[in-house]
């Protein structure tokens, strides 16, 4: 504390003398500031437009768009963090697959790896809403989010450009897992237009769970706490259709899994892949393909509301 | 309780911050009990202080059953161009004054203007004219310190080229340029306050709230954040602080409002502070035990209003208020050769902040761990009566 005033008695009367004069003496003087950082910029600093009702759409996708970049900017400078992600949905393939497959019986005569791929692709897309939420309470506790909110930036592109960042990020995902798929063995027998609408299907999926995701973020209290949001996430992942069909689980467990989101997305990639389907006679398990359009409506319904109040809650 | 009361109306902007009655309840509720005038008075009261006492170390946000006002009818007057401190303890609710100041949060009762607008009915005006530097630095950690400054500059609004251009001008007046092209993760403290600096000045905005900026830096990057507030401040622009640093707020600032509880208690220049609080007083140390009468005697002589001199518990220290703390320091000084005593030590003392702010609140400013000590003499009690009589 060499910046505490000398609390003795001076044998003069004192005039406040600057205790910075001494440690400012420091080699550096790199910190002074020259008056231009305040007032004589050289850049004009008028915004770029004028600012009206009828550019508010277009700064709301521009600033959108810079967050994306943002966040883009996270996953190129990281790339190891997608491999950590990732690093659950491959060993559970290759545990499924490999170690349990064998014992795996979810119907005469099914190739366990071509039941499981899709289940996998399904349960990344699940697990997804954690990164959200990470992502969120990151910015929240470093006090960016706070930043962005003082400033006269469209308040939507906050939550928009995850969103966005997110979808590619999760498109990223699946094609890392695609090819994995494809070197375990797995294949689509579906046209390209049907394998590319599973695909679509399960970015749908994972959509809809940013809201949870943003939700959640801005409602744990830090980062810890949404690590802890697996405790969530394994259940909502696993108690569906994306390693064993329900049929083979206890009834009450099996409709809970049947009437999962994940389950219905699973299963309908795997009716556009032309993989093999859960034996399932119910409604929910008869309708996957019009299920996965419709669960992800539903959730975006609930929660974006949810979300959207939550962050101006944070005005309170 | 005599804060300057802004005048209603500030026609020639010579404010930069004008605040009035702010009021803000953290509460189970979300609305404060009674809107009214009369209810809320009552809490401010007696249960007020109760309440105060729980809510601490967590800003109060999140109180328990009760809830209570943050902010209890806050003045602030913060004329343009200065450097305005905002002090109290914690809980006093110097946070959510420079939220609600700068748009994040929406006050309950009560107004503001910063530079000229409201921040309820205008925030994005008011966006445009502040920069605000909170509690942590703010900063993307992953991103450059270029990247960080050119995107802010982009959601300010001022385009990819004027963003960079903007980004590499505020490198270079931060002192940043060699680390433009790192991560600010391996920064240290200061280069990363300083950063987080810079994307406040974008648009080199009127005012600047800064929210405890050298909490948790070492006295070096202490030095070289005030040295770039006393920079930014000579340039013209306004600056908001609050610390609980007392020094820090002393050096700093050209006024100084003390808070306490949600509501301004008194608000002036530090000197004037230190003024109000108790005058000069001087201080004789004895070299010797036996020598304390004598030196009390010669005290006494320039004692103000023939206040008598005390002397410590422990040490040979005689001291007494003063008026004319020069006139008193040779006089006694003269007096004590004369009788040939020898002192160890002779000087004039005016209080210190800490001493104000113990004085206005009640409570030592509190720093948990880092505190500095408020006095030598450990009987610093003897010593408060007497500067009040001033």
């Given at each position: 504390m060499t910046a505490?005033?000398?609390?003795?008695?001076?044998?003069?009367?004192?005039?406040?003398?600057?205790?910075?004069?001494?440690?400012?003496?420091?080699?550096?003087?790199?910190?002074?500031?020259?008056?231009?950082?305040?007032?004589?910029?050289?850049?004009?600093?008028?915004?770029?437009?004028?600012?009206?009702?009828?550019?508010?759409?277009?700064?709301?996708?521009?600033?959108?768009?810079?967050?994306?970049?943002?966040?883009?900017?996270?996953?190129?400078?990281?790339?190891?963090?997608?491999?950590?992600?990732?690093?659950?949905?491959?060993?559970?393939?290759?545990?499924?697959?490999?170690?349990?497959?064998?014992?795996?019986?979810?119907?005469?005569?099914?190739?366990?790896?071509a039941y499981a791929m899709p289940g996998m692709f399904a349960m990344t897309m699940a697990f997804g809403f954690m990164n959200t939420a990470m992502a969120v309470v990151v910015d929240r506790e470093r006090g960016v989010t706070d930043r962005f909110r003082s400033m006269p930036m469209a308040p939507s592109a906050v939550v928009t450009g995850r969103g966005?960042?997110?979808?590619?990020?999760?498109?990223?995902?699946?094609?890392?897992l695609a090819v994995i798929a494809l070197v375990v063995g797995w294949r689509s027998d579906g046209g390209p237009v049907a394998t590319l609408a599973g695909f679509a299907l399960l970015l749908w999926l994972r959509f809809a769970l940013i809201w949870i995701g943003v939700l959640l973020g801005l409602l744990v209290p830090n980062q810890e706490a949404a690590g802890n949001l697996f405790a969530?996430?394994?259940?909502?992942?696993?108690?569906?259709?994306v390693f064993t069909p329900p049929s083979a689980m206890p009834d009450w467990l099996g409709t809970v899994a049947m009437w999962n989101p994940v389950s219905s997305t699973a299963n309908a990639v795997r009716e556009l892949f032309g993989n093999p389907l859960p034996a399932g006679d119910s409604w929910i398990e008869q309708h996957p393909v019009l299920m996965a359009w419709v669960w992800p409506v539903i959730v975006t319904a609930v929660f974006l509301p949810l979300a959207v109040r939550r962050f101006q809650r944070l005005g309170r | 309780m005599t804060a300057t009361r802004p005048s209603e109306a500030d026609p020639d902007g010579e404010f930069s911050v004008l605040a009035q009655g702010l009021r803000k309840w953290y509460g189970p509720g979300g609305k404060p009990p009674g809107a009214g005038g009369a209810g809320a008075d009552g809490t401010s009261g007696g249960g007020g202080r109760d309440s105060e006492d729980g809510g601490k170390g967590g800003k109060g946000r999140k109180s328990g059953r009760t809830g209570r006002f943050a902010l209890d009818g806050l003045?602030?007057?913060?004329?343009?161009?200065t450097v305005f401190?905002?002090?109290?303890?914690?809980?006093?609710?110097?946070?959510?004054?420079?939220?609600?100041?700068?748009?994040?949060?929406?006050?309950?009762?009560?107004?503001?203007?910063?530079?000229?607008?409201?921040?309820?009915?205008?925030?994005?005006?008011?966006?445009?004219?502040?920069?605000?530097?909170?509690?942590?630095?703010?900063?993307?950690?992953?991103?450059?310190?270029?990247?960080?400054?050119?995107?802010?500059?982009?959601?300010?609004?001022?385009?990819?080229?004027r963003a960079r251009r903007r980004a590499d001008e505020l490198l270079e007046h931060f002192a940043l340029t060699e680390a433009a092209d790192k991560q600010p993760q391996g920064f240290s403290g200061g280069m990363r306050r300083r950063l987080d600096l810079a994307a406040s000045m974008i648009l080199a905005p009127?005012?600047?709230?800064?929210?405890?900026?050298?909490?948790?830096?070492?006295?070096?990057?202490?030095?070289?954040?005030?040295?770039?507030?006393?920079?930014?401040?000579?340039?013209?622009?306004?600056?908001?602080?609050?610390?609980?640093?007392?020094?820090?707020?002393?050096?700093?600032?050209?006024?100084?409002?003390?808070?306490?509880?949600?509501?301004?208690?008194?608000?002036?220049?530090?000197?004037?502070?230190?003024?109000?609080?108790?005058?000069?007083?001087?201080?004789?140390?004895?070299?010797?035990?036996?020598?304390?009468?004598?030196?009390?005697?010669?005290?006494?002589?320039v004692a103000a209003d023939g206040a008598e001199p005390r002397t410590g518990a422990e040490v040979p220290l005689v001291h007494a208020p003063v008026r004319d703390g020069v006139a008193a320091l040779t006089e006694v000084a003269a007096q004590l050769r004369a009788e040939g005593v020898t002192v160890e030590d002779i000087g004039v003392r005016r209080p210190t902040l800490d001493e104000v702010f113990l004085r206005l609140t009640g409570a030592p400013a509190e720093e948990p761990g880092a505190a500095p000590p408020p006095d030598p003499d450990a009987d610093g009690s003897t010593r408060s009566p007497e500067g009040a009589a001033v």
């Open positions: 505490a005033p000398d609390p003795a008695p001076s044998a003069v009367p004192s005039p406040a003398v600057s205790p910075s004069a001494s440690s400012s003496a420091s080699p550096s003087a790199s910190s002074s500031v020259s008056p231009a950082a305040s007032s004589a910029s050289s850049v004009s600093l008028a915004p770029r437009e004028p600012e009206g009702r009828e550019r508010r759409v277009y700064w709301a996708v521009a600033d959108s768009w810079t967050i994306v970049r943002r966040d883009l900017t996270h996953l190129v400078r990281q790339p190891a963090n997608i491999a950590w992600q990732l690093g659950f949905p491959i060993v559970s393939v290759l545990l499924f697959v490999y170690v349990f497959g064998s014992a795996m019986d979810v119907g005469e005569g099914v190739d366990y790896k966005v960042s997110d979808v590619v990020h999760a498109a990223l995902d699946l094609v890392v969530v996430a394994f259940p909502f992942g696993m108690v569906s259709s | 003045d602030l007057a913060v004329p343009r161009g401190g905002l002090l109290g303890p914690n809980g006093a609710g110097k946070t959510t004054a420079v939220r609600i100041l700068t748009t994040l949060v929406r006050p309950d009762g009560g107004s503001a203007r910063v530079g000229g607008h409201d921040v309820r009915r205008e925030p994005r005006a008011v966006r445009r004219r502040i920069g605000l530097t909170g509690q942590h630095a703010a900063v993307d950690e992953i991103l450059s310190a270029r990247q960080n400054l050119e995107m802010f500059g982009r959601l300010f609004h001022l385009g990819a080229a009127e005012v600047l709230f800064l929210d405890e900026p050298t909490t948790g830096l070492d006295p070096r990057g202490r030095s070289e954040v005030w040295e770039s507030v006393r920079s930014l401040a000579a340039a013209g622009t306004t600056v908001l602080l609050t610390t609980h640093y007392l020094d820090e707020a002393d050096k700093l600032s050209d006024r100084i409002a003390v808070i306490d509880r949600g509501r301004t208690i008194r608000e002036d220049t530090p000197e004037g502070l230190k003024r109000a609080v108790g005058g000069a007083r001087i201080e004789v140390r004895a070299a010797a035990p036996e020598d304390v009468p004598a030196v009390v005697r010669a005290v006494a002589r």
